[in-house]
């Protein structure tokens, strides 16, 4: 088992650029998640998926960003423009509805992104 | 709206010593609680969880946590702590059998004295 991949690992963009991070969820998981780390605000629940079906994207900060899931193996969170307030660690996160008593929530390692 | 509560920011303890972080949350319902640990640049990882029943669950790496519904605490705790030990942990809170997401407390910073 591969975990949670995402990619890259680290991004340096200008103000202004679109931004594409991306998340591969372990297969047979159904929930994905997407996070925010920063200093100030520690982790955020950004936007979640069941069954590829975005439920719940209160946490998405501005209609800069959006997120998709095309399929049950990929997800995409996209920040257009991107500005430096936007920097931070990025995490997607997974499991399975009913599973997490045995399975907990599989963090990948995220993706660092520095805005300049 | 479900919270966690983690009131040490940074918390120093000898190697060798006991350990104990605390973790109060708020929900409306029977939580499902976790605890994290974070190495720098690294992501998270999960140490143990509980859903039901036994309040005391056993984790990986030697760590233990204390159900206290009357508190509303989650402590993490482990007898004899090692260097490799220094990390950032996190208690989280959720429900609904893993259809919706963790609340995240904002973290401990362990420190680990040589």
């Known amino acids: 088992d591969a975990g949670v991949i995402q990619s890259p690992r680290h991004e340096v963009t200008e103000m202004g650029q679109e931004v594409t991070l991306r998340c591969k969820p372990i297969?047979?998981?159904?929930?994905l998640f997407w996070y925010r780390q920063t200093m100030m605000r520690g982790l955020e629940l950004l936007i979640y998926f069941n069954n590829n079906v975005p439920i719940d994207d209160s946490g998405m900060p501005e209609d800069r960003f959006s997120a998709k899931m095309p399929n049950a193996s990929f997800s995409t969170l996209k920040i257009q423009p991107s500005e430096p307030r936007d920097s931070a660690v990025y995490f997607c996160?997974?499991?399975?509805?009913?599973?997490?008593?045995?399975?907990?929530?599989?963090f990948g390692s995220g993706t660092r992104l520095t805005v300049v | 709206a479900q919270s966690v509560t983690q009131p040490d920011i940074h918390i120093t303890v000898s190697e060798g010593a006991s350990l104990e972080l605390r973790c109060n949350y708020s929900y409306g319902a029977t939580p499902y609680l976790f605890w994290y640990v974070q190495s720098p640049g690294q992501g998270l990882q999960l140490l143990l969880k509980?859903?039901?029943?036994?309040?005391l669950v056993q984790g990986i790496k030697g760590f233990e946590a204390e159900f206290k519904r009357s508190q509303s605490s989650f402590n993490l705790r482990k007898p004899s702590v090692h260097w490799s030990d220094a990390a950032e942990y996190f208690c989280a809170v959720g429900g609904g059998g893993g259809a919706d997401g963790l609340t995240f407390g904002k973290g401990t910073h362990l420190i680990i004295q040589p």
């Open positions: 996160a997974s499991t399975k509805t009913g599973a997490p008593r045995r399975d907990g929530y599989t």
């Open positions: 509980y859903f039901s029943g036994d309040t």
């Open positions: 297969s047979g998981h159904n929930s």
